[in-house]
């Protein structure tokens, strides 16, 4: 049986363009073939403001606006765009009930989550929660109640928050990251031997798993860098 692709996703839960990145490599990966290796997903950790305060005062658009450097009319049109291209994804954005907040914690949920087997359907959840539903994750209990909705005992998991235990499994990923070169995010990592950046269309993801599952058989292909 052929070894299983690995692939690694650098992302923040606050990237919009990382979610739609997630559902395109997913629908990418349920399009292959019966034969084709199976692809095997881990989320990494980056935060891509992580000077943002829990409470953030203000809307998105106010945060985009002084974060990029514009004017409120052009954030409002950078906000219209995403939530364009996440309808095309299947993902209907709320920026109208966002809560901008620092993501540190949440990251630290999701290495709690793969630690138990469950990171995906914890990341799955914390992505709906930010962008579909406008609930707070800078919150410990927020984050408690939610990754409860995934199964796991609310207590431990604020617990575990409050002592920051996975604090140093987020500091790792961001530091391969930057080995990488990683200046923004999504950026995925395949096979250790493909970087990948930006939420690319289903077809680009389907082509490059193509690509290393052919490369493999002619004997394999250069890593990017570090060993994930």
Not at 2 to 12: G, H, K
Not at 129 to 145: M, S, V
């Amino acid at each position: 049986m052929t070894d299983a692709i690995t692939i690694d996703v650098w992302s923040d839960i606050a990237c919009p363009w990382c979610y739609i990145g997630k559902r395109n490599l997913e629908k990418a990966i349920a399009a292959r073939g019966e034969d084709a290796p199976e692809v095997h997903v881990m989320f990494r950790s980056f935060e891509l403001a992580p000077e943002t305060p829990v409470d953030f005062e203000g809307g998105e658009a106010e945060y985009l606006a002084a974060h990029k450097g514009v004017d409120a009319a052009a954030a409002q049109q950078m906000l219209d765009r995403v939530t364009g291209v996440a309808a095309d994804a299947g993902l209907e954005y709320r920026f109208d009930l966002l809560h901008h907040t620092n993501t540190v914690k949440a990251h630290q949920l999701l290495h709690f989550a793969k630690e138990r087997g469950r990171q995906h359907e914890m990341s799955e959840r914390l992505m709906s929660a930010y962008f579909t539903e406008g609930r707070h994750l800078g919150r410990d209990d927020e984050l408690a109640a939610l990754a409860a909705e995934v199964g796991f005992d609310a207590d431990e998991v604020r617990g575990a928050l409050g002592r920051e235990t996975y604090l140093e499994a987020v500091r790792a990923d961001q530091a391969q990251a930057a080995a990488y070169g990683v200046t923004g995010v999504p950026f995925f990592v395949i096979d250790g031997a493909y970087g990948v950046s930006g939420a690319q269309p289903p077809e680009a993801f389907s082509q490059i798993l193509a690509q290393v599952t052919q490369e493999r058989a002619a004997g394999g292909a250069e890593p990017v860098g570090p060993p994930a």
